[in-house]
């Protein structure tokens, strides 16, 4: 079967039950992030330059938490951009990246769109568009990172997800449908992750470029613009990763993260917060040293003094400063006036990264950290060789992260807001206009 006939045919009913759960969840996770996430800088200098230089066009989208409709690739770029913010959103094993960033924030866009045009998508349609966007984004990035020598950001493979859900949601035929994908590979936004991770900055993950990239591929290709094909899908060394689409799913591989920060920091805090359970005695006051050994890519994290908060979030001393100092890392803790909060710089000075050979000889199939904290009293406490709570072999349960999206979402939006996005995500697949049910994604942020 082709990938336009799969998508074309493809219902829910065709996904497993455990499958259907992880992405009810990345749902909820993703927009609880982009809720907790709105008031930022970022977010609110994309959403200026949204409203400036995409101000209309034949679909119009609203900006998320906001209401403003704007031209839907100004809303794909604002979207993408708000999702990527703040590091909390889900990702996945084998792609080394996400595609939950792009492809909700897009798919969500372009069914706004078309619902001001008066199409009637229900919620189970956008939730086969979302997964489609997913699968097949999750697969593109496998392909990519199996066929390239470079660590490319998620924007470079999550846009031909965009353009899989998008195709069907638009009704695309076979031909314009392999023009959009061709389109949307060649103009991927293949960015070196590594110079962001070292140089951290509002760019991310370029999940808005890739959001911007598959709406704008769907676009181009309805208007007749050729790009054909796409390598990563269709290339002899790319059929490995595509040949049991539809009988194994990647998505299965998410993992979703308990704190906004850069995937490779969080073993060191999962290892953290057990030692502290362990160890009550283990606070601000009472450590003297923390050495976290890890493999080579986590040790480039460092950040014992972030200057913003792209630099907290990519950080591993900061984070992990915070949850010693506060009990807890979420967005008031990486965001904000914390970059300069004494009591978490206080420790932040006190913690050694370090790369463990063993442990860079298990990445990348492994992502594992061990911790090291020595108390003022002479005590010393040492982490068990850890892996990231939210992992799928500890995955993190519904409740949990709804929890999470109580604490992440609570930043912006009151309970009730809360409460009615939550109930509309986790019966979205009932709802007969999915559009209407998520109305209070369109809702201001409350300022």
């Known amino acids: 079967m ?11 009913d065709q996904v497993p039950a455990h499958t259907r759960a992880i992405l009810q969840k990345s749902l909820l996770d993703i927009l609880g992030t ?40 100004g809303a794909g770029w604002a979207g993408g951009f708000t999702a990527d913010s703040l590091d909390a959103h889900e990702g996945h094993f084998t792609s080394k990246g996400h595609a939950g960033a792009t492809v909700v924030p897009a798919l969500l866009a372009l069914a706004d769109a078309l619902h001001a045009q008066g199409r009637t998508i229900s919620g189970r349609e956008l939730l086969e568009a979302l997964c ?49 994908l061709g389109i949307a590979e060649y103009f991927a936004a293949r960015c070196p992750m590594m110079r962001l991770i070292e140089h951290p900055t509002m760019l991310r993950d370029a999940h808005g470029a890739g959001a911007y990239n598959g709406l704008n591929a769907l676009l181009l290709a ?15 060394s790319a059929s490995p990763f595509w040949r049991d689409l539809g ?11 308990p ?10 805090l999962t290892a ?56 807890r890392v979420g967005p008031q803790e990486v965001t904000g006036a914390a970059i300069d909060a004494p009591d978490i710089l206080a420790v932040s000075a006190r913690i050694e990264i370090v790369e463990a050979a063993d442990l860079s000889a298990r990445f990348p199939e492994e992502i594992l950290s061990r911790v090291t904290v020595r108390l003022s009293n002479g005590e010393v406490f040492t982490s068990p060789i850890t892996a990231a709570l ?18 992440f979402a609570g930043q912006n939006l009151d309970a009730g807001a809360r409460a009615a996005l939550k109930r509309a995500v986790l019966e979205l697949e009932h709802s007969p206009l999915a559009i209407e049910a998520l109305a209070p994604l369109f809702t201001p942020w409350d300022r």
């Open 222 to 236: 309805r208007e007749g613009v050729t790009g054909a094909p796409a390598e990563t899908l269709e290339a002899e």
């Open 390 to 407: 939210g992992d799928p072999q500890q995955p993190l349960t519904l409740a949990d992260i709804e929890a999470k999206f109580e604490l």
């Open 2 to 12: 082709s990938l336009y006939a799969f998508c074309q045919a493809f219902t829910l």
């Open 259 to 268: 704190w906004p920060v850069c995937r490779w920091a969080q073993p060191a």
């Open 132 to 180: 489609l966007g997913y699968e097949t984004g999750l697969r593109a990035g496998v392909a990519l990172m199996a066929t390239s020598p470079t660590y490319h950001a998620s924007g470079g493979f999550s846009g031909l997800g965009v353009v899989c859900g998008g195709a069907r949601l638009l009704g695309l035929d076979e031909t314009t449908f392999r023009h959009a």
């Open 34 to 73: 982009m809720a907790g996430a709105v008031s930022n800088a970022t977010s609110q200098t994309l959403y200026g330059y949204a409203r400036k230089h995409y101000p209309g066009g034949e679909f119009l989208a609203r900006l998320p938490f906001d209401g403003t409709p704007v031209n839907l690739l």
């Open 247 to 257: 009988h194994r799913w990647e998505i299965d591989a998410q993992y979703f993260k």
């Open 272 to 327: 953290m917060t057990r030692l502290r359970a362990e160890h009550p005695q283990l606070c601000a006051e009472s450590v003297a040293s923390v050495r976290v050994e890890t493999f080579q890519e986590s040790s480039c994290l460092q950040g014992q003094r972030p200057a913003n908060a792209d630099e907290a979030q990519y950080a591993l001393a900061f984070p992990l400063a915070a949850l010693i100092a506060r009990g």
